[in-house]
């Protein structure tokens, strides 16, 4: 498990200085930028959706640490099953087995959760 926290605490560091570049380069387009308006609002958009996905990792891998804490990682959050080690292996934040992921998927399509 030391190995599982390593790699988490890896990828939360990681992505968290990505998230805080990110942020800062959209501090700085805002303060300084504003020639080119159109490629200005698409360049910002194109960050502002970067940095939700990057605060949802941080948020998935904060969940994973905590799970492994209480003896719980790798095993789904929704079934209880455990989770495919291969899908741990490519997303170490998984915290969902790749069919209840696939089902919160389809809902969050729907718009139920």
Known sequence: MEQERTKLQQQLEETGCRLRRLKESLQHKVEFDGEDIDLDIYEREKTLALIRNLEGKVVSLERALEALDKGLYG???????????????????????????????????????
């Not at 929704?78 to 919160?104: F, K, M, Y």
């Open 75 to 113: 095993l789904c959050e929704r079934c209880g099953q455990p989770i495919d080690p291969a899908r741990l292996e490519v997303l170490p934040e998984a915290t969902l087995c790749i069919g209840c992921q696939s089902q919160v998927e389809r809902l969050r399509k729907r718009g139920l959760v």
